[in-house]
């Protein structure tokens, strides 16, 4: 018998690996626990979005704004990081296993959800091309203990299909 939830959320790189952090921002050793333990408690399966700064500029980087971000070159990477996720997030709804939430982190040039993150932004234009709309969601790192039960208040109002406010 097959156990799937069939509910899947897509996670900020640093929330799973602080490691990807720009050097002194990091808020804990590995991963944001709190944050983990709620989509495990309500069996939401995460994929775990590739960090663009990362890959753009290394671990080296020194912390920069978004504007800093927003050129051609990053836009093309995180709207190719876009498209692959959207790819897999479409092969996912054909066999009923729903997107339902987008989890970002506030103040990130790249994926702030109320700042409008570059990769953010790129992500919500390749779903909405593929007709996924989904709750996007950012975890403030400095009031996690808030952030984290209005994501489980929220799950647990509506197990099925829940909804999250930016």
Same mark, same amino acid.
């Given at each position: 018998?097959?156990?799937?939830?069939?509910?899947?959320?897509?996670?900020?790189?640093?929330?799973?690996? %602080? $490691?990807?952090?720009?050097?002194?921002?990091? +808020?804990? &050793?590995?991963? !944001?626990?709190?944050?983990?333990?709620?989509?495990?408690?309500?069996?939401?399966? !995460?994929? %775990?979005?590739?960090?663009?700064?990362?890959?753009?500029?290394?671990?080296?980087? &020194?912390?920069? *704004?978004?504007?800093?971000?927003? $050129?051609?070159?990053?836009?093309?990477?995180?709207?190719? #990081?876009?498209?692959?996720? *959207?790819?897999?997030?479409?092969?996912?709804? %054909?066999?009923? !296993?729903?997107?339902?939430?987008?989890?970002?982190?506030?103040?990130?040039?790249?994926?702030?959800?109320?700042?409008?993150?570059?990769?953010? +932004?790129?992500?919500?234009?390749?779903?909405?091309?593929?007709?996924?709309? *989904?709750?996007?969601?950012? !975890?403030?790192?400095?009031?996690?203990?808030?952030?984290?039960?209005?994501?489980?208040?929220? #799950?647990? %109002?509506? $197990?099925?299909?829940?909804?999250?406010?930016?």
């Amino acid at each position: 018998m097959d156990k799937r939830g069939k509910r899947l959320a897509l996670v900020a790189h640093c929330i799973l690996n %602080q $490691n990807s952090r720009v050097f002194g921002l990091a +808020e804990e &050793a590995g991963i !944001i626990c709190e944050v983990l333990e709620v989509f495990m408690r309500n069996n939401v399966g !995460i994929i %775990q979005m590739p960090c663009p700064e990362l890959a753009y500029a290394g671990l080296s980087r &020194a912390p920069k *704004t978004r504007e800093q971000y927003d $050129n051609l070159e990053f836009r093309s990477l995180c709207k190719k #990081i876009a498209e692959e996720l *959207t790819k897999q997030i479409s092969e996912y709804k %054909q066999h009923g !296993i729903m997107l339902k939430v987008v989890v970002g982190v506030d103040g990130s040039p790249s994926c702030g959800v109320k700042n409008n993150g570059i990769f953010i +932004e790129e992500l919500r234009l390749a779903l909405d091309k593929v007709g996924v709309s *989904t709750p996007f969601f950012e !975890i403030d790192l400095k009031r996690l203990k808030e952030s984290v039960a209005q994501i489980e208040k929220l #799950i647990k %109002q509506n $197990n099925s299909s829940f909804k999250l406010e930016a």
